[in-house]
């Protein structure tokens, strides 16, 4: 039996940390979806194909994970892809009630669909890519929170270099 896994989200930079989720998901998991979402209810400053492409780019060393987009409900996507288990990032307390929430109605459209939580590698809980966007926009560095190649396309998107 292999154990699959998806890894949902925006995305909107990826930062470090996500990187550091997947990473981790990938050593517990057979295959890993890291699948970044089309949602429209959001403004994202790259569009899905840009971050398809820099998620691409900086998980290509992980062999067991695929990078791909997706634009319907996350419950919905799981059970057409075959994968019972979601992998959620938990930062916070207010992220464990955000996040718990949303596991209760993924589990009411797909019962067997289940919610892993991981917590981030020390040092890597603050980060958000909110948080970073904003950063970015105001001329601070954010090296230390982003791959190079991410931190580079968002400073272009934000004329910055």
Do not use: W
């Not at 996507?77 to 955000?98: C, H, P, T």
């Amino acid at each position: 039996m292999t154990h699959k896994a998806i890894y949902p989200g925006t995305f909107d930079p990826i930062t470090l940390g996500h990187i550091d989720i997947v990473s981790r998901a990938a050593a517990i998991f057979d295959h890993v979806l890291l699948a970044i979402t089309d949602n429209q209810c959001k403004s994202p400053m790259f569009i899905i194909n840009e971050r398809i492409q820099l998620a691409q780019t900086v998980t290509k060393h992980l062999e067991n994970v695929k990078v791909v987009g997706f634009s319907e409900l996350i419950a919905n996507f799981a059970q057409k892809n075959g994968v019972n288990i979601l992998i959620r990032g938990i930062r916070s307390v207010l992220d464990f009630e955000y996040e718990s929430q949303f596991a209760e109605v993924n589990r009411y459209f797909v019962p067997d669909l289940e919610t892993v939580f991981l917590l981030p590698s020390q040092g890597l809980s603050f980060i958000s890519s909110s948080l970073i966007k904003d950063i970015a926009l105001y001329d601070g560095n954010t090296s230390s929170f982003l791959p190079q190649i991410v931190s580079e396309a968002m400073l272009k998107k934000l004329n910055k270099i």
